[in-house]
């Protein structure tokens, strides 16, 4: 999507050879109309797919969730990183080890709001190793939902989330794909087959 590499190249920040901060669009400040425009791209994408919940990991992903949402008219679901007092129902959990973090979180998501009968697209602002997808997907499994595919904000293809999915047949619909991050510049991966 040139819009998203354009802000990449415009406004991210390459922080080593592993790592790109985004805050400025993304991760801390969030830019609306990239967003709308990201959302009716992930909306364009899955649009035959007859998707009936949106689920993501709070917080990074709920913006981009939220404008898929929108636009495919289907309600968004944030797996919750702490538990609230108002979280009183029945829970899946599962556990996420955090790529940026280096920590583990457990994520929750209520029983009531993810069903058998839905069919679920997963967004995601990042994707590296796969552990957040992994977790969303066991969430979706434990309640006997149906995975439709994964919605990337970034993919970094270097980390190898994105070929294990793909090799375990998982549909991942990534925005950006960013082959390297070396000497602190952005590689596309389509830079490479031009
Ligand atoms: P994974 O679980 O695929 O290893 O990493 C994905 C998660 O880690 C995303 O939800 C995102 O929050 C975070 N993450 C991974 N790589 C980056 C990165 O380069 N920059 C930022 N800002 N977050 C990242």
């Known amino acids: 999507m ?5 802000k990449i190249i415009l406004e991210g920040n390459v922080l080593s050879d592993s ?23 992930f ?30 008219q289907t309600p968004v679901l944030f ?10 129902d029945d829970l899946y959990h599962s556990e996420v080890y955090s790529f940026t973090k280096q920590e583990k979180t457990e994520v929750s998501v209520s029983k009531k709001l993810l069903n058998t009968n839905d069919r679920v697209l997963l967004i995601d602002d990042f994707l590296a190793n796969g ?7 066991d ?12 919605g ?3 993919e970094k293809t270097f980390q190898n989330g994105g070929d294990q999915l793909r090799k375990n047949g998982i ?11 070396e000497n602190g510049r952005v590689h596309f991966v389509h830079e490479e087959v031009k």
């Open 131 to 137: 552990q957040a997808a992994l977790a969303l997907i």
């Open 139 to 150: 969430i979706v499994n434990q309640a006997e939902a149906s995975l439709v595919g994964l």
């Open 152 to 154: 990337i904000v970034i």
């Open 19 to 41: 790592v790109l901060k985004v805050d400025r669009f993304l991760n801390h400040q969030i830019d609306p109309e990239l967003m709308l425009s990201i959302g009716k791209e």
């Open 43 to 72: 909306a364009e994408r899955f649009k035959n797919d007859q998707i009936t919940k949106i689920l993501t990991l709070e917080s990074s992903g709920i913006a981009p969730a939220v404008m898929t949402g929108l636009i495919l």
């Open 79 to 88: 797996a919750r990183k702490k538990k609230s007092l108002t979280m009183v």
């Open 2 to 6: 040139k819009l998203l590499e354009e």
């Open 171 to 181: 549909r991942v619909e990534s925005l950006a794909q960013i082959l390297s991050l």
